[in-house]
C-alpha cells in the first residue's frame, strides 16, 4: 500500500484525520507537523503511523520518498484569524503550500489541501464553490487573504497545466470536534461554551452589531470533524473531478441553537448572556455563512451529515466529558 502524507498530523483536524484512516485500515501514514509544540502532544501520542517527518524536512524526505507516496493530505496551517502579520500566512499557508502543490505536481502525486470559507468574506458573492468567483472574493483577514491568494495561485497553475494528477481544494467552513484542546482562543464556540458552562453555570455569546440580526442568531455552517475526514477520505478514493470545493452540511444555525445544544448534552438549562463582540475582530465577523454542496454531490457524495445536535451530543458526551482525544 503506498504512503499517505497527512500534514498539520499533530493538529486539530489532522490528528483526526491520521486516527480515521488509521481505524479505516490504512496503516502506511506518515505524520508531518512541527512536533516540537508540546502543547498539541496528545493528539499524536497514541497514533499509528509508518513514518514521523518534522515540517521543515519535510520537501528533503519527500524527494528520496516520492516513489512510495500515494497521496498528500495538506492540512497544516497557520489558522488564527486574530493574527495580523502577513509575512507568517505568507510562509506557512501560501508558500509552503505552494511548494507541497509544485512537489506533487512533480512527482504524480494526489493532493487534497485545506482552503477555507474565510474566503468568502462576508458573503457578497455567495457561498459556491465555483471557480469563477475565486478572483472576486473579499476575505476580512489574512488568514482568508492567505488561503484565497493560493486557490488562485493554484487555478493560474491548473491552467498552465502544472498541476497534480487529481487535486481537491476543501474550502472547510466551522469545524468543530475532538483534539482542538490546544487552539485557545480559536477553539470552536462548542468547546468554549462547555467549559464556560462548567465553570459558571452559563454561556456568553457575541452581542448583534448588526439591526439585520438579533443576539445569537449570528449563524454559522458548523460541521463535525467526523463528517469532514470522511468526505476527504472519499474524495482520495474516488477522485472524481479536481477543483475547489466546499466543506460545510449545507445548513446554517445559529449560535443560540449551538449553545443551546451544548446545555442539552450536559443534562444543564440553557443559560445564555450575551457580551460585545470584540472590537479586533467586529469588523471582520462573518454574520452568515452556509456552504452550496451541490458539487460535493454531483460528485458522488451521499454519506448525510451529522445534525448540530447529533454532533454537538457526540463531542460532549464522548469527548469533553470523559476529557478524551480521538
Same mark, same amino acid.
Given at each position: 500500500?503506498?504512503?499517505?502524507? %497527512?500534514?498539520?498530523?499533530?493538529?486539530?483536524?489532522?490528528?483526526?484525520?491520521?486516527?480515521?484512516?488509521?481505524?479505516?485500515?490504512? $496503516?502506511?501514514?506518515?505524520?508531518?507537523?512541527?512536533?516540537?509544540? =508540546?502543547?498539541?502532544? *496528545?493528539? =499524536?501520542?497514541?497514533?499509528?503511523?509508518?513514518?514521523? %517527518?518534522?515540517?521543515?524536512? +519535510? +520537501? $528533503?524526505?519527500?524527494?528520496?520518498?516520492?516513489?512510495?507516496?500515494?497521496?498528500?493530505?495538506?492540512?497544516?496551517?497557520?489558522?488564527?484569524?486574530?493574527? =495580523?502579520?502577513?509575512?507568517?500566512? @505568507?510562509?506557512?499557508?501560501? &508558500?509552503?503550500?505552494?511548494?507541497?502543490?509544485?512537489?506533487?505536481?512533480?512527482?504524480?502525486?494526489?493532493?487534497?489541501?485545506?482552503?477555507? !470559507? !474565510?474566503?468568502?468574506?462576508?458573503?457578497?458573492?455567495?457561498?459556491?464553490?465555483?471557480?469563477?468567483?475565486?478572483?472576486?472574493?473579499?476575505?476580512?483577514?489574512?488568514?482568508?487573504?492567505?488561503?484565497?491568494?493560493?486557490?488562485?495561485?493554484?487555478?493560474? @497553475?491548473?491552467?498552465?497545466?502544472?498541476?497534480?494528477?487529481?487535486?481537491?481544494?476543501?474550502?472547510?467552513? &466551522?469545524?468543530?470536534?475532538? &483534539?482542538?484542546?490546544?487552539?485557545? *482562543?480559536?477553539?470552536?464556540?462548542?468547546?468554549?461554551?462547555?467549559?464556560?458552562?462548567? @465553570?459558571?453555570?452559563?454561556?456568553?455569546? +457575541?452581542?448583534?452589531?448588526?439591526?439585520?440580526?438579533?443576539?445569537? @442568531?449570528?449563524?454559522?455552517?458548523?460541521?463535525?470533524?467526523?463528517?469532514? %475526514?470522511?468526505?476527504?477520505?472519499?474524495?482520495?478514493?474516488?477522485?472524481?473531478?479536481?477543483?475547489?470545493?466546499?466543506?460545510?452540511?449545507?445548513?446554517?444555525?445559529?449560535?443560540?441553537?449551538?449553545?443551546?445544544?451544548?446545555?442539552?448534552?450536559?443534562?444543564?438549562?440553557? &443559560?445564555?448572556?450575551?457580551?460585545? =463582540?470584540?472590537?479586533?475582530?467586529?469588523?471582520?465577523?462573518?454574520?452568515?455563512?452556509?456552504?452550496?454542496?451541490?458539487?460535493?454531490?454531483?460528485?458522488?457524495?451521499?454519506?448525510?451529515?451529522?445534525?448540530?445536535?447529533?454532533?454537538?451530543?457526540?463531542?460532549?458526551?464522548?469527548?469533553?466529558?470523559?476529557?478524551?482525544?480521538?
Amino acid at each position: 500500500m503506498d504512503d499517505i502524507v %497527512v500534514t498539520g498530523a499533530a493538529g486539530f483536524i489532522g490528528s483526526c484525520m491520521l486516527q480515521y484512516l488509521h481505524e479505516a485500515g490504512y $496503516s502506511s501514514l506518515v505524520a508531518v507537523d512541527d512536533f516540537s509544540k =508540546t502543547e498539541k502532544a *496528545r493528539n =499524536t501520542e497514541q497514533k499509528s503511523y509508518l513514518h514521523k %517527518v518534522n515540517r521543515t524536512e +519535510f +520537501f $528533503s524526505w519527500l524527494e528520496q520518498n516520492a516513489s512510495q507516496v500515494g497521496l498528500i493530505i495538506h492540512l497544516g496551517a497557520r489558522t488564527d484569524t486574530t493574527e =495580523t502579520r502577513w509575512e507568517i500566512f @505568507q510562509e506557512l499557508n501560501l &508558500n509552503y503550500t505552494k511548494e507541497v502543490w509544485t512537489a506533487c505536481s512533480m512527482y504524480g502525486i494526489p493532493l487534497v489541501y485545506a482552503s477555507s !470559507a !474565510a474566503t468568502y468574506g462576508s458573503g457578497e458573492f455567495g457561498y459556491s464553490d465555483s471557480h469563477s468567483i475565486v478572483e472576486k472574493l473579499q476575505p476580512l483577514n489574512p488568514y482568508g487573504v492567505s488561503k484565497n491568494e493560493f486557490d488562485k495561485w493554484a487555478l493560474e @497553475q491548473v491552467e498552465e497545466e502544472h498541476e497534480p494528477p487529481f487535486w481537491a481544494g476543501l474550502k472547510f467552513f &466551522n469545524v468543530y470536534g475532538p &483534539n482542538e484542546y490546544h487552539k485557545g *482562543r480559536m477553539a470552536s464556540v462548542i468547546f468554549h461554551a462547555f467549559h464556560q458552562i462548567q @465553570q459558571t453555570g452559563k454561556v456568553k455569546l +457575541f452581542r448583534s452589531h448588526r439591526p439585520d440580526f438579533q443576539d445569537g @442568531q449570528q449563524s454559522r455552517d458548523f460541521v463535525y470533524v467526523k463528517d469532514l %475526514v470522511k468526505v476527504i477520505h472519499f474524495l482520495m478514493r474516488n477522485q472524481p473531478a479536481s477543483g475547489l470545493y466546499n466543506l460545510g452540511t449545507g445548513h446554517a444555525r445559529s449560535f443560540y441553537d449551538l449553545a443551546s445544544a451544548t446545555f442539552a448534552a450536559m443534562g444543564r438549562e440553557t &443559560n445564555i448572556e450575551f457580551i460585545d =463582540t470584540p472590537l479586533d475582530i467586529r469588523d471582520k465577523y462573518q454574520y452568515f455563512t452556509e456552504a452550496d454542496m451541490g458539487k460535493l454531490h454531483r460528485a458522488g457524495y451521499e454519506e448525510p451529515f451529522y445534525s448540530l445536535e447529533e454532533g454537538v451530543e457526540d463531542y460532549v458526551k464522548n469527548y469533553l466529558l470523559p476529557d478524551l482525544c480521538w
